[in-house]
């Protein structure tokens, strides 16, 4: 296989000689009433103004759906459809519990205590797992979101919370988060299995952390790097950061942003690109 | 056993004649944050003035749990505070779901559609039931609460959107109705086991409907008369109607009011008394 | 003004003989946190697939804003945006009060007492009247929204909470409705001014009533056609109902839909279709 | 008169050498829906068990009322009824603006951007005051709420969106917060008159600051303790810190906390007593 070859060559840190396999993931359902979709029309069948406006096309590619649970985002409709798009195109469903706070998405830190988060964690998980046992599926794996994800990135005691709450649910559930991140720590320390998660249109620091997005160059845009970077990710666990260091990432899935603009069409070449390059895009669930 | 005895005497309707046994059943969990038990102190330390407030005496007396689930009242962390109560007392568990009305308590009829009530009930019951999966308790059924069930009385569509989605999330759940409400039916007809709930506190009217709450009398607040006429519900299986009619009622489960003033004292009274009467007072779904 | 000669000519119901003048109201403000607009990005730049997303190219056309409150949909920022957006057109601005239910955008009818009404109206015309004020802008008029607009028609208790409402906050005010509905009845009783609202691109029952959304033809699309049936509207207070009768109606008010496809261009169509008519196109308000 | 003489005596700190006067406000209008007063029954009638249940004998004793205004509790028929109360008792009414969180009552820090912080605060203004003009009241003063309050006391960014704000809605509104602490600063700077506020039932440390609840001591219970500390607040402007040290404290304003158990009765005596030393207690903005 060509691709690892070059991996062998290029970089020292290859750990991975197993068959090349990747899990495209990308957080979905985060319509909410009239918003983005009309009022329940098929899941993502609007435009693309708004969060869920991208869901129909996404869930094309990826093979691990997030969804959201109606705290952050979503409602009981848009939940339930988006599991029933997700399991018609063979795409895993997770549980992307977030902040309850709508208005703000999701993406504002909020003060709550370990309780309150592995209570609202819990609720979230057994929403989003109950009307996916309605349609016959079986939750995968749950992914917080937005401020909750990168606040549980660095801080232990919530991460233990969010841990905590996943392994009370389900101990066969894959615990999603930042390489090297206090979450996947604390799942480890639940007992749970994990999976290190990659973005291949963000830039990275050197020491492994993403650039921030109020610095210039956050955010790759051009199709073609994106997918030379997922490839390299998934078959070299390498990354180029910023400066030109080669930075050695463990990548068991790589997201994919659907509220950008392009986002189905760069989901699509992302797949299209990693399947060319001999690797294996399957749910990281699957067995 | 004198009271049975009384019972065939006094009236032609007595088809039970299997060993004396009813459920008492409560809506619980109706705290909501700061309100009523402070920020999630154990569920119903609080004083009476709201709901939820008398929710920890009412699980000393109750057989099953109407557990509220957010959406007309209730939180993540007062849902599941409620179940580990309710668990320790072995009182069974049950979904309560209502309309997405929290200032109103879902007390405010909805013109929402079939879809839309199907998808919010599956909703709910997903978040009390998997919450309660994960404190080891399995739910035992499903009552709506508010406008939801006393629209669900009359309107066969919405009886079917709630008893469909009670299906699709599990063929064993029991369904709560007034005895041959919609709701009931299309329990039946969607294969669910139906319990029809009768209310020991209130005054019927000849026909075996419910005295409006607006009528003089439709409340009573004798406990003595309450727990008399609960024995006679639940042996004879018939209420003295407000003008003094002797009706039968199907009777599978009595309901407490737990938001009025001395509702604690009057579920232990209704519990003694029946217990006293030679009724075993059992959860419906319990063997 | 040969506009004015053919109106004569064609219909025996012209009252009307001053100046030919009308409103053309939207409703705007209905982007929600992230949804259609980005986090509070300058109103109505996001794309038409949610609420809101036409804001800005609609407020270069009409002369009224309907700006939604957050009950309904709108948050704190969408509302100053958009009032700040509506301002910099000239544009009059007026409160858009709807049902607590911002799942159900509003859209849902709900049992609400005449008290609960009234409060959560005045709330909202509070709200957006003191924002307004704080943007150097005074509230021009109150229309009701969705499901509250709807029900108010007919409901007199309804439409009287309304406009008592609307007289206690501002006598001023001027209070939008159907012609012949109840929301104008009881606005004239409680003193204030009422403006008649015609809808250009709906069809028209032979009693003046719109015909169900749920009937073909229901809706017009055809652009021509709508600015004509404005254009008749304005001058000579008639439309032609779906059954070819010539119907008499009052209309002070244009409404143009902002949440279909197409509505910034059908605006300023019909803008310049009045104008060039000879018809001023001005707020209902100004002098 | 007496007690000013002993302050003399007393403390070196005395600089206030008018007539004696101090305002007493409370948080009010904490009810919400169903949660402490029953669905909309008259302010206050409700048990203490919940946030609310206390305002209609709190605005017997106090001065001015903090009203919330629907984020982080209240709603829209509390809010009015509530300041029909406080006029009837001839009690100033303010603005109570809180983080939008209505689960977590206002008390959870939230990391909001200054423009969404500005444009919920001027939201909540305006909702407050325009329901107060309906009923015939003038706003008096804005009082940030819980961690708002908290946060905009060292936050200076947070402390300029707020009185910006304030001050766009009104500029003779007087803006609430602790002394010394950013939200008066700017508030200054904005050009609003600004009340310093005390805790009488709360220790200081020796630097003037609060000692936090975590510990030992840090609420004061003993009545006739706060009603004393209280009476030296205001007429020598001056604390007993929990290590003895004597602080001077700017008191513009004396905040009785409504939601513990007995806060009524502690309110009265607070005024008696205040009064009995000859100390006239009147809303802060009254002349």
């Avoid at 599926?137 to 994800?149: C, E, I, N, T, Y």
């Avoid at 894959?174 to 090297?180: A, E, R, T, Y």
């Amino acid at each position: 296989m060509e691709q690892r070859g070059i991996a062998i060559t290029r970089c020292p840190f290859v750990l991975y000689t197993g068959p090349l396999r990747i899990d495209l993931n990308a957080d979905v359902g985060e319509a909410f009433g009239a918003y983005a979709n009309g009022p329940w029309s098929p899941a993502g069948t609007g435009g693309p103004g708004s969060p869920g406006g991208n869901d129909a096309s996404l869930l094309k590619s990826v093979t691990s759906a997030n969804v959201a649970a109606g705290f952050h985002a979503g409602d009981p409709s848009v939940l339930r459809d988006t599991i029933r798009t997700a399991k018609s195109h063979g795409v895993a469903v997770g549980a992307h519990p977030g902040f309850p706070d709508l208005v703000g998405f999701g993406r504002r830190e909020m003060n709550v205590t370990a309780k309150e988060a592995e209570d609202f964690v819990l609720y979230q998980i057994a929403a989003v797992a109950g009307v996916a046992a309605a349609e016959g599926v079986r939750l995968q794996h749950v992914k917080p979101h937005g401020a909750l994800f990168n606040m549980a990135a660095r801080d232990a005691g919530l991460a233990t919370a969010i841990a905590t709450a996943t392994a009370a649910f389900g101990p066969s559930l894959i615990l999603f988060g930042l390489p090297d991140s206090e979450i996947l720590k604390a799942g480890r320390a639940a007992g749970l299995r994990v999976a290190a998660e990659a973005f291949a249109d963000r830039a990275y620091e050197a020491d492994g952390s993403l650039v921030s997005r109020k610095k210039p160059g956050a955010v790759i845009h051009d199709a073609s790097i994106v997918v030379s970077r997922a490839i390299r990710m998934a078959t070299e666990k390498v990354v180029t950061a910023i400066d030109g260091t080669i930075v050695k990432l463990d990548v068991d899935t790589i997201c994919v942003h659907g509220d950008t603009p392009g986002a189905a069409d760069l989901a699509a070449r992302l797949r299209a690109g990693l399947e060319a390059a001999g690797i294996t895009v399957r749910a990281i669930g699957a067995v």
